[in-house]
């Protein structure tokens, strides 16, 4: 075979700049036909840039890129498309209220006469489907299958317009561990008949389980492509950082006290009248971590938000610190706060940072009226500034710079900043949402110590994370949520990806049917 034909994709010196944002830099890659191709780094380097050039949203300042042997040059997705490369988002573009062949259709339609269109489309897909073991019912509505069916839509899709080069952006990010099993079984036999996968994600376990090569970026760069069977997540790890990074912290036995969270049959119904939160029970006390583990959208967003006094009970109560709130007896962040409650909110962008602000300010939000950041009637510049200062030091945001514009971080450096306000207030209880989502594993290495600290200095610490590792790494008791109710709860030391997963897909392990405790009971 020639060098040519021996790669479906060949990239050679890509080059892209964002004024002055050096978003790729001389980016040579080459990518086995018929292989899996794991794309890793660390976030903002350049990952989804690279991608987005291949699929033809955006054009390299510089280099070339060659299709089995083509020179290829797309000036959009459709041209990308035509040359057999397909993209899966990691949100999904689909219309939700389309069945499942009117979604694989749109866009590409056969003809004029769309029942017929329909009718060819469906025996082509139907065919598809069972060549590659994406079996999904057709003339179901997208927006009521579960989302790795969903998932598999998508997959459809790009089949159903030819692919032979698949892009995959964080595959895994709404997958049970099931679900992701699955997925790799499907992987296995695309590249098997023949298909090209590149993989874009962060989670350095599951590359080495499905990937053959992996290459690796670094601040816009490529530092390194290794055979997948000669490579560990310690040295992925290092080459992406640049240094040795813990991927585990040390966690030694809880000493767990007093209860300072409870939650007593706690629902919300949403302004459509969804029930958003059912009948939920458990309790959190100082000194452990209790992580709350569920695919994306099974009521912890609603959960954080009221325990954090954002939106207000339906039914049930919640006692914090010995304060009660109820419908009867709603609370706000502001009073919520005041019972010793610090919230780290599960979007930093929407609910916990103004990008306008400078660093200085996003770092008093909401403990402005604090003595120590007042004299009398007026703010203390001065001291605002030095208790930016040193806890920007402390907690390694970059750049530590108080009057830099809170926009002006990176993803990492803003979450820091928010974590380090919260904690900095030495709170009772501490309510954790998706701690290190969209953060350089660096960065997680030194959030979770910090967190697995606030526990041992007696803190009530309720997690809440989509990241299972995450939620095994630093739990103590793990509560598993589905369809905005508890479905199950476990000590960390009794937990897997296989358990979890099967509770959050609502299927209670056989062992944990005779020997499961009540829910919030005391271990």
């Keep these: 075979m020639s060098q040519e034909q021996a790669y479906a994709i060949e990239l050679s010196h890509i080059d892209k700049k964002f004024g002055a944002v050096h978003a790729n830099r001389d980016i040579s890659l080459q990518v086995p036909k018929g292989t899996i191709h794991g794309i890793i780094g660390e976030n903002g380097a350049g990952k989804s840039t690279l991608m987005s050039i291949i699929y033809g949203f955006y054009k390299a300042d510089k280099g070339s890129m060659m299709i089995d042997g083509k020179p290829f040059l797309p000036s959009s997705s459709q041209d990308a498309i035509a040359s057999g490369v397909g993209m899966v988002h990691q949100h999904f573009m689909l219309v939700e209220t389309f069945t499942v062949l009117e979604n694989v259709v749109l866009g590409a339609e056969d003809g004029w006469k769309l029942n017929e269109s329909l009718a060819s489309a469906k025996l082509k897909l139907e065919e598809l489907a069972t060549s590659y073991g994406l079996e999904v019912p057709v003339d179901a509505i997208v927006g009521e299958l579960p989302v790795g069916l969903q998932q598999r839509v998508e997959i459809l899709k790009a089949l159903y317009r030819g692919a032979k080069i698949l892009i995959l952006d964080e595959p895994t990010g709404v997958l049970t561990p099931q679900e992701a099993d699955h997925l790799f079984k499907i992987l296995d036999k695309l590249r098997a008949q023949g298909t090209t996968i590149m993989i874009i994600t962060h989670k350095l376990r599951e590359v080495l389980a499905v990937t053959d090569n992996v290459s690796v970026m670094r601040q816009g760069a490529m530092v390194g492509h290794v055979a997948t069977k000669d490579t560990s997540q310690e040295h992925l790890a290092e080459m992406m950082v640049g240094r040795k990074v813990l991927l585990k912290v040390d966690r030694g036995q809880a000493a767990p006290k007093q209860s300072l969270i409870e939650v007593k049959d706690l629902c919300y119904v949403d302004s459509s009248g969804v029930e958003r939160v059912k009948k939920m029970s458990f309790s959190v006390r100082s000194g452990e971590i209790v992580g709350i583990a569920g695919v994306s959208g099974n009521g912890q967003s609603e959960l954080l938000s009221l325990l954090g006094g954002i939106i207000k009970p339906t039914s049930g ?179 897997n990806e296989q358990i979890l997963g099967l509770m959050m897909a609502n299927i209670m392990p056989e062992h944990l049917k005779k020997g499961a405790k009540p829910q919030g009971e005391q271990s």
């Design 317 to 495: 109560e919640i006692v914090l610190n010995n304060n009660t709130i109820s419908a009867a007896n709603p609370s706000d962040p502001q009073l919520v706060r005041a019972m010793g409650v610090g919230h780290i909110p599960e979007d930093r962008h929407k609910m916990g940072l103004i990008n306008k602000f400078e660093a200085q300010e996003a770092y008093i939000m909401g403990y402005h009226q604090l003595p120590m950041y007042n004299k009398g009637l007026l703010q203390d510049k001065k001291a605002i500034n030095q208790s930016c200062q040193t806890n920007m030091d402390k907690w390694d945001v970059r750049p530590a710079d108080p009057t830099l514009k809170t926009a002006n971080f990176s993803g990492g450096n803003q979450q820091k900043l928010v974590i380090a306000r919260e904690m900095e207030q030495d709170p009772d209880v501490l309510l954790v949402g998706q701690p290190t989502r969209g953060v350089d594993i660096g960065a997680i290495e030194y959030i979770h110590q910090q967190v697995i600290s606030s526990r041992d200095a007696g803190k009530a610490v309720l997690l809440v994370s989509v990241e299972l590792d995450e939620i095994m790494n630093l739990a103590d008791r793990i509560i598993v949520l589905f369809d905005g109710a508890v479905v199950g709860e476990v000590n960390s030391d009794d937990a």
